[in-house]
């Protein structure tokens, strides 16, 4: 029997109520219901029915109805915590009853080794949510940590560290929070809240001031226009268009240091392309204001967490 439109709404209402403010958002909850359905149901449909949770074959053939465990989440490896409120979530989402109870703050340091969160409940419902729990909170702990070295290895600079949207597709918000709470900021969330003009954009209108008159002709002020330059050539005809950014794509340390000469502190500068931890140092002591940095959410990884209850 399926679960009725209010029964659905209300587990919504209580897995949005454990989310930080940032992940309240439809897209978030619609990816933790995608995580159980796809594991639950053989079409990955949603909303599972009354029966979704003893759809752990493996759980309902060796615990009985009402058995109970407890246990603890652990990080095997040292790094920075992210997603216990996700996966509190989730746990919501698959059963009223389970809880997750952190012990460590979000976004904190922890070693190998570390109790991070408290978890009991339902049996057959603590094992159905587990995998997907700890998917999250590796993956956003992940990313989180690799955040962190980035922001570490460029301290002695100015330079911001910036995600992009090399996302995996869905998690776009869950994998931009976890880079601010590595210590990194976020790039636009998506095309709709900012102008990137990038090559092909430029090739397409013809050149770099036909595109941004374009873009002003189109949207006005509405939007922070960003524009992407491949030489100083190009970098003299942007700043002469005063636009809120320019990103300095595939530039060498050189070439950065005289593109940064040039603007003057006119107009912020983003170094993106290739940066890895080896190069980011060199990088940011050209005096550039930000790096982006596809790597952090295109291929963090994920650090190693597990459910151990009895």
Not at 192 to 217: P, Q
Request: hydrophobic letters at 40%; aromatic letters at 2%.
């Amino acid at each position: 029997m399926m679960a009725s439109s209010l029964q659905q709404t209300s587990v919504t209402q209580r897995a949005r109520r454990v989310l930080p403010e940032a992940l309240r958002h439809s897209s978030v909850l619609t990816l933790l219901r995608l995580s159980i359905a796809e594991d639950v149901r053989p079409e990955g449909e949603w909303p599972p029915d009354e029966e979704a949770a003893v759809r752990d074959r493996t759980s309902m053939a060796t615990l009985d109805p009402d058995a109970r465990l407890e246990g603890r989440l652990v990080a095997k490896q040292a790094g920075v915590i992210v997603g216990l409120p996700v996966a509190r979530a989730l746990f919501q989402l698959v059963d009223a009853d389970l809880s997750l109870s952190p012990v460590v703050a979000e976004g904190g340091m922890v070693e190998a080794g570390q109790t991070v969160a408290n978890v009991a409940g339902p049996g057959r419902a603590l094992l159905t949510a587990e995998r997907p729990a700890l998917n999250f909170v590796g993956r956003l702990s992940g990313i989180a940590t690799l955040t962190h070295q980035f922001v570490e290895a460029v301290s002695q600079t100015h330079a911001d560290i910036l995600d992009t949207r090399k996302t995996l597709p869905g998690h776009r918000r869950t994998d931009k929070y976890a880079v601010r709470q590595g210590g990194g900021r976020n790039h636009r969330m998506g095309l709709y809240d900012m102008v990137l003009v990038k090559d092909n954009h430029i090739d397409g209108a013809g050149g770099v001031t036909e595109a941004i008159r374009r873009v002003r002709e189109t949207h006005g002020e509405k939007y922070p226009i960003e524009v992407e330059v491949k030489t100083l050539d190009e970098l003299d005809e942007a700043l002469a268009l005063a636009p809120d950014v320019i990103l300095l794509d595939n530039m060498p340390p050189d070439t950065l240091c005289r593109a940064v000469e040039r603007t003057g502190g006119r107009v912020p500068l983003e170094a993106s392309g290739g940066v890895t931890l080896d190069t980011v140092e060199a990088v940011a002591e050209t005096g550039v204001d930000r790096i982006s940095v596809g790597a952090l959410t295109h291929s963090p990884d994920a650090l190693d967490v597990s459910i151990r209850a009895r």
